[in-house]
């Protein structure tokens, strides 16, 4: 049985899961992050994709990979392509190469309701307190249809139903998959939508345009903010 190997956040651990379901060989995944929390639900996602694992909380994930990725018969990045295709930013991180994946939808569409998931926050500036994205919301969608998600479980709002810090991870994938449109950040939920083909609306981050965990298959399915920030 082959031996693999990834890294980084939920996000990251979706994308390389996308890759492992086209692996040819039998395996074991081993995921390493810096986070505890942030491990466990990617335990959850690696389970409902039925993965074997072995995870790992690292200190330094470079330290980490550098030391021990040679005891791994195939080491994965989080890249869509498998590798870095525009000119490297501070932020990237390439500590291999691979394949990329080929087949970015799943193959089990719900049917959709007429219902909008907004993510309210995802980590830092990834926030309604920074991005307008109750503004945005208020003006383009009925707001008899809004479901609110999110971990903030002190956000209060008068319309639409609160899920935040109410729904587990699990469900909150479950009502963005039968669910017609999503609007959030760069995240495992905006990913988690595209690949349920789930038009979206994003509120950028640092990479601007650039997530390179976003399949080019993808990108039909988002509308970026009008005020994209720079990857730079």
């Not at 082959?2 to 890294?7: I, N, P, R, S, T």
């Not at 890759?19 to 929390?37: A, G, M, R, V």
């Not at 810090?165 to 595209?194: C, D, H, P, R």
């Not at 349920?196 to 399915?221: A, P, V």
Request: aromatic share 18%; proline share 3%.
């Amino acid at each position: 049985m082959d031996k693999c190997l990834g890294f980084g956040g939920l996000g990251d651990c979706f994308i390389v899961i996308l890759k492992l379901l086209e692996y040819p060989n039998q395996f074991i995944y081993t995921h390493i992050d810096t986070s505890q929390s942030r491990l466990d639900l990617s335990m959850q996602l690696l389970d409902m994709f039925k993965i074997k694992h072995d995870c790992h909380v690292v200190l330094d994930i470079k330290k980490w990979w550098y030391e021990h990725n040679n005891e791994f018969d195939k080491c994965f990045n989080v890249f869509a392509k498998g590798y870095i295709d525009i000119p490297i930013r501070p932020y990237h991180w390439q500590p291999c190469i691979d394949e990329g994946y080929n087949d970015p939808f799943t193959k089990n569409i719900r049917q959709k309701f007429e219902h909008i998931v907004v993510q309210i926050n995802s980590g830092g500036k990834r926030s309604y307190k920074y991005k307008p994205i109750i503004e945005y919301v208020s003006k383009n969608y009925n707001k008899d249809k809004i479901l609110w998600v999110g971990t903030d479980k002190d956000f209060k709002i008068d319309y639409g139903v609160n899920f935040c810090g109410k729904f587990s991870f699990i469900q909150t994938l479950e009502i963005i998959s039968t669910s017609k449109y999503f609007v959030g950040f760069n995240s495992m939920l905006l990913y988690w939508a595209l690949y349920n083909k789930i038009n979206s609306y994003l509120f950028t981050d640092h990479q601007g345009k650039e997530d390179l965990r976003i399949h080019n298959e993808w990108k039909k399915y988002i509308t970026y903010d009008l005020n994209v920030e720079e990857g730079f």
